[in-house]
Structure formats: structure tokens, C-alpha cells
Nanobody, 123 residues
Framework: QVQLVESGGGLVQAGGSLRLSCAAF????????MGWFRQAPGKEREFVAA???????SYAESVKGRFTISRDNAKNTMSLQANNLKPEDTAVYYC?????????????????WGQGTQVTVSS
């Protein structure tokens, strides 16, 4: 059974940092493109960052220069380092896996999704 489990969310003040992690079970991420998406209350899910199997990355304009996506195939994990957080970054953050090269900036290629981790940034 494939499972993606996010962790590392929480409450942080504006300007602070968080490191989100995604652990994969039953799925060797070395063969998958991985991504982070987020959904704020009342809004649609949106792309945040993505990384291909070879390490190529892509970021949403709103997080470029502040967030860094990385992967550790040996540990079967993916991370998102989020710095200089802003109140508008408040959302549930989801990790996702796509059985292809990537990186992918839309949700459609991703077959597997985690349950999400809440990030709240106070002003």
C-alpha cells in the first residue's frame, strides 16, 4: 500500500522558517517526480514546488527565492525548506508523487497524495 506522510507543519511568526518533510512508504521515490502543493481556506489547491528524479526543480513565483525543495532517494524522503514565511503562505501543504520524469507544476500527473500538514503563519 502506497502512503505519503507529511510532517513538520506548525504555527510560526512571519519571517520565520519551517522544514516540511514527506516520507514515502510502499513507493520508491527514485522512480518518481515529487511535488508540493498547498490549499488555503476557500481557495483551490495550488502548486508550490516540484523536483524531478534527476533533481531538476521548479517553483511557483510566489515562493521562488524563499522555498527550497530537495529529495533523498536513499531515505525515500522529500523536503521543503520554507524561509521568510508570510501570512499568505498559510495553508495545508500536500506532497505528491508522479510516476514520470517531471518536474510537474500541475496536479494532474501526480498519482499519489499525502494527507497534508497545516502551516499557519501569524503576522
Amino acid at each position: 500500500q502506497v502512503q505519503l506522510v507529511e510532517s513538520g507543519g506548525g504555527l510560526v511568526q512571519a519571517g520565520g522558517s519551517l522544514r516540511l518533510s514527506c516520507a514515502a512508504f510502499g513507493l520508491p521515490i527514485s522512480g518518481y517526480a515529487m511535488g508540493w502543493f498547498r490549499q488555503a481556506p476557500g481557495k483551490e489547491r495550488e502548486f508550490v514546488a516540484a523536483i524531478s528524479g534527476s533533481g531538476a526543480t521548479s517553483y511557483a513565483e510566489s515562493v521562488k527565492g524563499r522555498f527550497t525543495i530537495s529529495r533523498d532517494n536513499a531515505k525515500n524522503t522529500m523536503s521543503l525548506q520554507a524561509n521568510n514565511l508570510k501570512p499568505e503562505d498559510t495553508a495545508v501543504y500536500y506532497c505528491a508523487a508522479a510516476p514520470a520524469r517531471g518536474p510537474f507544476t500541475t496536479a494532474r500527473p501526480y498519482d499519489y497524495w499525502g494527507q497534508g500538514t497545516q502551516v499557519t503563519v501569524s503576522s
